[in-house]
């Protein structure tokens, strides 16, 4: 075996072992994380996560007609949120791919959340375009 072929062999194998540590245990480890703190969910789906689940939950949503009589709109709004707090209880743990997301209710819990500096929670922000897809108008705050 020639050095090329084993520096490429040895390569393989790096990249298989980040792929593997990256997309199966640390997720595993944080789900199980999670589970013994009492915060369950869907479960980590390698790759891809939840999402899928949450395209299809999207998709049931639009074939659903609208109700006029009340204002209850998070079912259409975000129908993962509404199925699975209903399911789980909040907090519960959903995956973006092979990041996760907690999913929140509590008040206080999200002030803590939206208040805390230090980077302990990452937020996730806003498309800049959406900028150029939203009205201008004095009451829109992304339009400030």
């Known amino acids: 075996m020639n050095h090329f072929t084993l520096a490429f062999i040895s390569f393989l194998c790096i990249c298989f072992l980040k792929f ?7 997720p595993w480890r944080i789900q199980n994380h999670f589970k013994r703190q009492g ?46 707090s209903g399911m789980y209880g909040t907090p519960f743990l959903y995956w973006f ?23 302990s929670f990452e937020k996730v922000w806003y498309n800049p375009l959406s900028k150029i897809c939203t009205p201008k108008t004095d009451n829109n705050p992304l339009c400030r």
């Open 20 to 26: 593997v540590y990256s997309i199966i245990w640390v």
């Open 97 to 119: 791919g092979s990041k996760p997301r907690l999913g929140i209710s509590d008040p206080d819990m999200i002030k803590e959340v939206a208040m805390n500096t230090n980077g």
């Open 39 to 84: 915060v369950s969910g869907p479960g980590y789906r390698p790759i891809f996560g939840n999402s899928a689940e949450i395209q299809r939950l999207f998709k049931e949503a639009k074939l659903k007609p609208a109700p006029v009589d009340h204002h209850d709109t998070l079912h259409r709004v975000a129908p993962f949120y509404h199925r699975w």
